[in-house]
């Protein structure tokens, strides 16, 4: 397994256009989040699924923005109509959660590269 | 609410000389600690955590972090910097279990280290 990779790693694209990234996890790891990074700025939270329900969204998240995880492997995040607002890293990151193990909440998140989208 | 400040937005040392990279948090319950490295170009890679226990938390390549309930704080130190270190570190806090924001991390700005030889 080489990690938590990321596709593309760097979109350009003019507003009004949509974008989709992928994100494939490390195969045994049943949560996967979404992160969004400006430049000067730590990671945002966006989303997070535990296999394939995405149990939690950010206020941070439009209508616009979308994601899933079919079958609880990789995830998609598109974003509709781009804004030049949205232009950003989106990182997305992966982690093994043991529930009902006492200590296993305090996961630690293995990070892609980054996907980073600018928008004209 | 949940939050990570990190007060310095950038830390110069010279090699061989002790690092600090502060941090503070404010949690609603008991807090999960983080300590992540990013460098250029790279994902952001784990350093090291405090769940409960000792204060004094080792992690990877000779760091450490003292996690100061009273102060809310837990800064990130090294005995002796390496040029190497030079990345972008950034602190990260997640609730405890029970909290609604369990599942979540908050991360705080970054701080940039420049180690200069």
């Known amino acids: 397994d080489t990690g938590v990779s990321q596709d593309p790693r760097h979109k350009i694209t003019k507003r009004g256009q949509n974008v989709t990234f992928r994100c494939d996890p490390i195969?045994?790891?049943?949560?996967l989040y979404w992160y969004r990074q400006t430049l000067g700025q730590g990671p945002e939270f966006l989303t997070y699924?535990?296999?394939?329900?995405?149990?939690?969204k950010s206020r941070l998240l439009s209508d616009r923005f979308s994601a899933e995880r079919p079958k609880g492997s990789f995830s998609t995040l598109e974003i509709q109509r781009t804004e030049q607002g949205d232009s950003a890293m989106y990182l997305c990151?992966?982690?093994?959660?043991?529930?009902?193990?006492?200590?296993?909440?305090?996961?630690?998140?293995?990070f892609g590269a980054g996907s980073r989208l600018t928008v004209l | 609410a949940q939050s990570v400040a990190q007060p310095e937005d950038q830390v110069n040392v010279a090699e061989g000389n002790p690092l600090t990279v502060k941090c503070t948090y404010s949690?609603?319950?008991?807090?999960?600690l983080f300590w992540y490295v990013q460098y250029p170009n790279r994902g952001l890679q784990f350093l090291l955590k405090?769940?409960?226990?000792?204060?004094l938390v080792k992690g990877s390549y000779g760091f450490e972090a003292e996690f100061n309930k009273s102060q809310t704080s837990f800064h990130l130190k090294k005995p002796s910097a390496l040029v190497s270190d030079s990345a972008l570190y950034f602190c990260?806090?997640?609730?405890?279990?029970?909290?609604?924001?369990?599942?979540?991390?908050?991360f705080g700005s970054g701080t940039k280290l420049n180690v200069k030889p």
């Open positions: 990151a992966s982690s093994l959660v043991r529930l009902g193990l006492a200590g296993s909440g305090a996961n630690v998140l293995t």
């Open positions: 195969s045994e790891h049943n949560r």
């Open positions: 699924f535990q296999n394939e329900a995405q149990l939690e």
């Open positions: 949690v609603s319950g008991n807090p999960y």
């Open positions: 405090y769940i409960t226990g000792d204060n």
């Open positions: 990260a806090v997640r609730d405890s279990a029970g909290s609604y924001n369990f599942n979540k991390f908050y």
